[in-house]
């Protein structure tokens, strides 16, 4: 796969699991989200990171740790998530933070039990 | 009121007929209005762009903007049966960084 890559497609941890989930931009982009998809809702913003720096933290639980090591990798540590946290994972890239144009990730799906 | 509206459908159109989807805004300043398209269990792919009022034709697909009514849609003509999908409409937010307010996306289905 080209553009945004991410991994895993699927997970499925306890509530007492650490997990990552990890996200790779092959575009050269400067500016990484995380979004959460939840059935029947809007897109979640939950994290933006530019220039590895994060500008945004969308009143986002700490149980959900980002990590931006550099411009093309991104990761979400997950820890004691609850059953509500099920949901599609997307991570997004843009040119830099006052970029438009955003390309998504094919997401990754998380089931919490 | 939501930021971004979307009637969440689904809106089902015959093969071959226009298909149009609403999107409607609450933010006066916003500048730009992007239509991503979602296939079940996929991630969003970018569609259309569209800054000024009037329309904006790319191939099957005319955006049209109105910035006084504070409305965007997006048409597609000769609707496909591949085209059946969630079309979510999004909007920057006006602070320093490019956060975009998804709508809720409407579903659409075209049927033989």
């Known amino acids: 796969e080209t553009g945004v890559t991410q991994t895993p497609r699927h997970l499925v941890m306890g509530m007492t699991n650490k997990k990552s989930l990890k996200c790779e931009q092959h575009?050269?982009?400067?500016?990484m989200y995380w979004y959460k998809q939840s059935a029947k809702k809007p897109l979640e913003l939950m994290f933006v990171?530019?220039?590895?720096?994060?500008?945004e933290n969308n009143s986002v639980p700490s149980r959900f740790s980002p990590e931006c090591p550099n411009s093309s990798h991104l990761f979400l540590h997950l820890h004691t998530l609850q059953p509500e946290d099920s949901a599609l994972y997307l991570c997004?890239?843009?040119?830099?933070?006052?970029?438009?144009?955003?390309?998504f990730g094919p997401g990754t799906r998380l089931l919490v039990l | 009121q939501k930021e971004v509206e979307q009637n969440s459908g689904p809106l089902s159109v015959p093969e071959g007929a226009i298909a149009s989807l609403n999107c409607t805004y609450s933010d006066r300043v916003s500048q730009s209005f992007f239509w991503y398209r979602q296939y079940s269990g996929k991630s969003p792919e970018l569609i259309m762009s569209i800054y000024s009022n009037g329309d904006k034709e790319d191939g099957r697909f005319t955006a049209q903007l109105n910035k006084a009514s504070q409305y965007v849609s997006l048409l597609i003509r000769d609707s496909q049966p591949s085209d059946s999908a969630t079309y979510l409409c999004?909007?920057?937010?006006?602070?320093?960084?490019?956060?975009?307010?998804f709508g809720a996306g409407t579903r659409l289905a075209v049927h033989p």
């Open positions: 575009l050269g982009h400067n500016a």
């Open positions: 990171y530019s220039l590895e720096e994060r500008v």
């Open positions: 999004a909007v920057p937010w006006r602070g320093g960084y490019n956060k975009l307010i």
């Open positions: 997004a890239s843009s040119q830099d933070a006052r970029g438009e144009t955003q390309y």
